[in-house]
C-alpha cells in the first residue's frame, strides 16, 4: 500500500536531548511537510520541502532542524534549543508544487518530556 | 490577525441537525481552499477542496467567497459519525499551507 509513514508513534525526551521523528512516504511525491499540533489547537507549520536537498523554514522553525536528502525521506530533529517541544507531530506530503495539491498525511508521533 | 481564522465551538447539534462552519482567510493571493476532518488524536483527512464555484459531495457543500475571503462548510442531516474537529485549510502560495484551528462538533442522539 502507497503511503506515508512517521515513527515512532510515542516518543520520550530527556532534558537537553536532541530526538529525531522519522517520516517516509512511497507516494512519489514532491512536496513534504512537518506541522506541530497542541492540545485544542491547529496545526502549525515547522517546515516544509518542496524538492530534495531543499527546505524552507515555516512559521515556528526555532528549536528544530530537518533533512532531505531522498526524496522519499523528511526527518525532523527536535533539539535541546527547543524548551516546549511536548506536542503531537504531523508529517504530509503532496504530489507537486501546485496549488491545487491535496495533503497526506502520516499517523503522527506523541512527543513528551521526562 | 491569525492567517485563517475560525470559530472553534464547540457546536453541539442533535443528529439530523444542520449545521455550518466558517472561516476566514487573510491572504488575498490565496490559491486554493480545503476542508479536512480530523478526529482525537488521529491525522488530518481530506473531507473536500473548496471551489469558486461551490461543490457539494453527499451531505457536505462548501463555499468560497474570494471577496470577502470567507470559507463555508454545511453539513446537512447529521449523522453521530460527523462528529469530529474540521480544520480550514488554506494554499497561501506555492503549496504554503495553513491551517485553522478547527471547529469542534458533536452531534448527540
Known amino acids: 500500500d502507497g503511503g506515508i509513514t512517521q515513527s515512532p508513534k510515542y516518543l520520550f525526551r530527556k532534558e537537553g536531548q536532541n530526538v529525531t521523528l522519522s517520516c517516509e512516504q512511497n507516494?512519489?511525491?514532491?512536496?513534504m511537510y512537518w506541522y506541530r499540533q497542541d492540545p485544542g489547537q491547529g496545526l502549525r507549520l515547522i517546515y516544509y520541502s518542496q524538492i530534495v536537498n531543499d527546505f524552507q523554514k515555516g512559521d515556528i522553525a526555532e528549536g528544530y532542524s530537518v533533512s532531505r536528502e531522498k526524496k522519499e525521506s523528511f526527518p525532523l530533529t527536535v533539539t535541546s534549543a527547543q524548551k516546549n517541544p511536548t506536542a503531537f507531530y504531523l508529517c504530509?506530503?503532496?504530489?507537486?508544487?501546485?496549488?491545487?495539491?491535496?495533503?497526506?498525511f502520516g499517523s503522527g508521533t506523541q512527543l513528551s518530556v521526562l | 490577525r491569525k492567517e485563517v481564522e475560525q470559530d472553534p465551538g464547540p457546536f453541539n447539534v442533535p443528529e439530523g441537525a444542520t449545521v455550518a462552519f466558517n472561516c476566514t482567510y487573510s491572504n488575498s493571493a490565496s490559491q486554493s481552499f480545503f476542508w479536512y476532518r480530523q478526529d482525537c488524536r488521529k491525522e488530518p483527512k481530506l473531507l473536500m477542496s473548496?471551489?469558486?464555484s461551490g461543490n457539494e459531495d453527499g451531505r457536505f457543500t462548501a463555499q468560497l467567497n474570494r471577496a470577502s475571503q470567507y470559507i463555508s462548510l454545511l453539513i446537512r442531516d447529521s449523522k453521530l459519525s460527523d462528529s469530529a474537529t474540521y480544520l480550514c485549510v488554506v494554499n497561501k502560495n506555492n503549496n504554503d499551507m495553513r491551517f485553522g484551528a478547527g471547529t469542534r462538533l458533536t452531534v448527540k442522539p
Open positions: 504530509a506530503s503532496s504530489a507537486s508544487t501546485g496549488n491545487n495539491e491535496k495533503l497526506f
Open positions: 507516494l512519489n511525491h514532491d512536496a
Open positions: 473548496v471551489y469558486s
